[in-house]
C-alpha cells in the first residue's frame, strides 16, 4: 500500500512538473489548432483541379514546411524517425493506407477526379488535446478533425463522397533564448480512425 | 537592425499600396516607465495592441484602408515627440486617425473645458499638453475620422496653469474574426465622419485601475476591449454613441464595485452617418514593384529594442526608424496574405520580394500567442512570407516589433 501510495505522489508531482515548464499552454493548444488548420488549408488547395500545376506544387513545398522534419526522417532526443505519414482510408477497401506525407501531397496533386473538393472542421473548432511531455524540451498534443472528400467525375457528377475522422499529431520544442522560451509547434503524423461514405 | 535599416522606403507590391488613399493613424502615447504606473501601462499597450488595434486594422483592410503606426512608449515618450509627431502627421481626406493616451493626466483650477491635461511624463506646468489641442489639431487635418482618447486622470493638480494649447517650443510606443465581426467593427470606423474627443474621467476625478486577465491595468482600457468584443460580435451597434455609451457604463460600474470610486468618462462626438463604399476593383490588380532608393548613407548606432519593459532605453533614431521599418512589414504583410489577390499573383510578389532583399531571408520571424507574448513559433522571413503569400485563413498581420534581426507578429485568421 506504501508503494502504491509513493507510486501515486511520484506521478502527481511528475505531472505538475512537467506542467509547470509550460507557462502557457492554452496558447500553444491555440497555435496547434492554427498549424493544423492551415495544413487543411494546403490539402484543400492542392487538390483543386481550378489552380495551376505549378501553383499547387508550390503550394506542396510550403505545406510540407509545417511538418516535423519537413517531410524527412527527423531526430527527437537522439532518436531517429522515419519521415512523417498521412493515413487514408476509403469506403471501397477496408484498411488504411500509410504514405510519407510528401508522396501522399504529390499523390493529392495527381488525384484522377475531374474536380476534387475538400472541406475539414473550422480552426476554432478544432479539438486539442492537453500537452504531454515525451523528452526534456519536447511536448506533444493532438489535435482532432474531420475531413470531407467530394471527387467528381468527368460528367461533373459526384463519383466519391466521404468524410473521416484524423488525429494530428504536434510536436511543441522548447527552446530556451535570451528572453524567454520559444515554443515550436510542427506536425507529426496523421492518422485515419473512423471513415464512412456520405 | 543593419539588415533593416536599407529598408527605409516602401517597396510597392501591391496596387492597393501605390494607389489606396486609404490609411488609420494610431498615434498611441504610453507611459511605460511611470515608477508608479509603468508596469500597469505596458500592459495597457500590450492589450491596446492585441486587442483593439489589432482587429481594427483587420477588419478595416477589407475597406481599402492601410495601416501606419506611431507607437511612443519608453524614453520616447514625452510632450516634445507628441508635438513632433502632430506637426508631421500628413493625412488624406478617407483617412482615420485615432489619438490614445495612457499615463498621467490631472486639471488646473482655472480649466475653463472639461477635458485634461497630459502630463507625459514631465514635470513642468508648461509642457503638459492639453488633450483639446490635440483635438483640436488633428480635426485641423481633416481626416474623414478623428478619435481622440485621453486615459488618464482628470483631477485638480495644485499649482498646474489652465491651458487649452501647447505652451512649450518644440526642441524638445491566436484571434479569430469572422466576416460579421470584421463587418461590424469596420462599419463603426467607415460608417461615421467627424469627431470624437473623449476622455476617462470627468473634472475633479482621478481614473483607477482594475484587474483583466488577472493583471492589472487602467480601468478604462480594459472596458473599451470589452466594448470592442460586444461591437465585433453584435451585443453593441456599431455606433460610436452606444459603444462609448457602453464603456462609460461599464467602467463606471466596476470602478464602483471593485474599488469604491466614482470614475465617469466623458466623450463628445460630432459625427454624421455617411457609409464609406469599399474601394473599386482596381485595387486588385497584379502587384507591381517600384524601384527601391538607395539605402541610408549613415546607420545611427545600433539599438535592440525588444519587448517593451518599463526599463527599456530607446534612442529616438532607432525607434522612429523601427516604426517605419513596422509599418513598412505591415503593408507588406498584409498584402502577401491578402486572398483577394489571385494566387498566382500573391506567389509572384513573395518570390520578388524574396529576390530584391535575399539578404533578409534568413532574418527570423516570431509569432506570438493571441493574447499573450508567448513565443509560439519561429521562421525565417523566407518561410513566412512564403506561408503567408499561400494561406487563405489569415485576416490580417500585426507587426508586434522589430528587435535586431527578428520580426514580431500576430497572426489573426479568418472563421
Not at chain 1, 475531374?114 to 472542421?121: F, R, W
Not at chain 2, 499600396?17 to 500597469?40: C, P
Not at chain 2, 502630463?119 to 478623428?146: C, M, S
Not at chain 2, 492589472?216 to 476591449?225: P, R, S
Amino acid at each position: 500500500m506504501k508503494k502504491i501510495i509513493y507510486l501515486l505522489i511520484f506521478m502527481i508531482i511528475g505531472a505538475a512538473d512537467a506542467l509547470a515548464q509550460i507557462q502557457d499552454a492554452e496558447t500553444i493548444r491555440r497555435r496547434a489548432a492554427e498549424m493544423v488548420g492551415q495544413m487543411n488549408d494546403y490539402i484543400t488547395s492542392m487538390a483543386d483541379k481550378d489552380k495551376s500545376l505549378k501553383t499547387r506544387q508550390y503550394y506542396r513545398k510550403k505545406a510540407l514546411n509545417l511538418f516535423i522534419g519537413k517531410g524527412e526522417p527527423y531526430t527527437i532526443d537522439g532518436k531517429r524517425y522515419k519521415a512523417v505519414s498521412m493515413q487514408t482510408t476509403s469506403v471501397n477497401r477496408p484498411g488504411v493506407k500509410t504514405t510519407p506525407m510528401g508522396d501522399y501531397f504529390t499523390h493529392l496533386i495527381n488525384l484522377g477526379y475531374k474536380d476534387v473538393d475538400i472541406k475539414s472542421t473550422e480552426i476554432g473548432q478544432i479539438k486539442v488535446s492537453s500537452l504531454k511531455r515525451i523528452s526534456d524540451d519536447t511536448y506533444e498534443c493532438t489535435c482532432y478533425i474531420e475531413q470531407e472528400f467530394l471527387g467528381y467525375g468527368a460528367d461533373g457528377r459526384p463519383r466519391y463522397h466521404d468524410i473521416t475522422k484524423k488525429s494530428v499529431q504536434c510536436f511543441i520544442t522548447v527552446e530556451q533564448t535570451v528572453d524567454e522560451p520559444q515554443y515550436i509547434v510542427q506536425l507529426g503524423n496523421v492518422t485515419a480512425t473512423e471513415t464512412r461514405r456520405l | 537592425m543593419k539588415y533593416f535599416r536599407q529598408l527605409l522606403v516602401l517597396i510597392l507590391l501591391g496596387a492597393s499600396l501605390s494607389m489606396s488613399a486609404r490609411t488609420i493613424h494610431w498615434l498611441t502615447f504610453i507611459d511605460t516607465t511611470d515608477e508608479n504606473v509603468g508596469q500597469i501601462d505596458v500592459y495597457g499597450r500590450e492589450i491596446l495592441y492585441n486587442r483593439i488595434i489589432g482587429v481594427v486594422n483587420a477588419a478595416l483592410k477589407e475597406k481599402g484602408y492601410q495601416t501606419a503606426i506611431h507607437d511612443i512608449y519608453g524614453s520616447r515618450f514625452s510632450p516634445e515627440a507628441c508635438k513632433n509627431e502632430l506637426a508631421a502627421l500628413k493625412v488624406a481626406p478617407e483617412d482615420i486617425v485615432v489619438f490614445y493616451y495612457i499615463g498621467h493626466g490631472g486639471r488646473s483650477k482655472n480649466d475653463t473645458v472639461t477635458w485634461p491635461q497630459m502630463q507625459f511624463g514631465t514635470n513642468y506646468d508648461n509642457k503638459f499638453v492639453p488633450l483639446e489641442w490635440v483635438h483640436r489639431t488633428i480635426k485641423g487635418k481633416n481626416p474623414r475620422l478623428a478619435v481622440v482618447i485621453g486615459m488618464c486622470c482628470n483631477s485638480y493638480v495644485d499649482g498646474l496653469s489652465a491651458k487649452t494649447t501647447l505652451q512649450f517650443s518644440p526642441n524638445f510606443g491566436n484571434t479569430y474574426m469572422n466576416d460579421a465581426q470584421i463587418e461590424n467593427l469596420a462599419k463603426l470606423f467607415t460608417d461615421y465622419k467627424g469627431d470624437i474627443i473623449l476622455s476617462s474621467s470627468t473634472p475633479g476625478q482621478t481614473s483607477g485601475c482594475i484587474l483583466f486577465n488577472n493583471k492589472a491595468i487602467d480601468a478604462f482600457t480594459g472596458c473599451l476591449v470589452d466594448a470592442t468584443d460586444g461591437v465585433m460580435n453584435g451585443r453593441i451597434q456599431p455606433d460610436w454613441n452606444q459603444y462609448l455609451g457602453a464603456v462609460k457604463t461599464l467602467v463606471s460600474d466596476r470602478m464602483n464595485y471593485y474599488n469604491d470610486r466614482e470614475q465617469t468618462v466623458q466623450f463628445k462626438p460630432t459625427l454624421t452617418h455617411d457609409p464609406m463604399s469599399k474601394p473599386a476593383a482596381p485595387a486588385k490588380e497584379t502587384p507591381k514593384e517600384a524601384s527601391r532608393p538607395a539605402p541610408a548613407q549613415n546607420p545611427a548606432n545600433e539599438k535592440p529594442v525588444s519587448n517593451p519593459t518599463p526599463k527599456q532605453e530607446q534612442s529616438d533614431d532607432s525607434s522612429a526608424e523601427r516604426d517605419e521599418l513596422i509599418n513598412y512589414f505591415n503593408g507588406m504583410f498584409n498584402i502577401l496574405a491578402d486572398s483577394g489577390y489571385k494566387d498566382d499573383e500573391r506567389i509572384d510578389a513573395a518570390e520578388a520580394f524574396l529576390a530584391n532583399n535575399s539578404e533578409l531571408a534568413k532574418v527570423n520571424v516570431i509569432t506570438l500567442g493571441q493574447d499573450s507574448d508567448t513565443q509560439v513559433g519561429r521562421q525565417s522571413l523566407e518561410d513566412f512570407v512564403g506561408r503567408i503569400a499561400t494561406s487563405h485563413l489569415l485576416q490580417g498581420i500585426n507587426v508586434a516589433g522589430i528587435d535586431g534581426g527578428r520580426i514580431y507578429v500576430r497572426e489573426i485568421y479568418r472563421r
